[in-house]
């Protein structure tokens, strides 16, 4: 079963930065694209950063400069680097990977649970 955890949120002053991370376990032949949304009170749920398994990366217009994303594949990990953070950052961080399965297989999408990231002013 594939299963897709993040850590790293937490309370930071504006200005200040934070490091998630998003560990993909389980049998699976590749991730394909991974990234990071996130979900303010009373919002949808918008992109910040994804990263495809060639290397392209796409960022939100209102973090690019501030975050990035990198991947340790050997880890099936992916970061997000947060720097100068605002408070409009304050929102929850949900992981999403898109995964195949097996060779020739099905995409298939799986998102983490989420972590609280809050930014005081």
């Known amino acids: 079963q594939v299963q897709v955890v993040e850590s790293g949120g937490g309370l930071v002053q504006a200005g200040g930065s934070l490091r998630l991370s998003c560990a993909a376990s389980?049998?699976?032949?590749?991730?394909?694209?991974i990234g990071w949304y996130r979900e303010a009170p009373g919002k949808q749920r918008d992109l910040v950063a994804t990263?495809?398994?060639?290397?392209?990366?796409n960022y939100a217009d209102s973090v690019k400069g501030r975050f990035t994303i990198s991947r340790d594949n050997a880890e099936n990990t992916v970061y997000l680097q947060m720097n100068n953070l605002k408070p409009e950052d304050t929102a929850v961080y949900y992981c999403?990977?898109?995964?195949?399965?097996?060779?020739?297989?099905?995409?298939?999408?799986?998102w983490g649970r989420g972590t609280q990231v809050t930014v005081s002013s």
């Open positions: 999403n990977a898109v995964i195949q399965r097996r060779v020739l297989g099905s995409e298939y999408m799986y």
């Open positions: 990263l495809a398994s060639g290397g392209s990366t």
């Open positions: 389980g049998s699976f032949f590749s991730i394909n694209v």
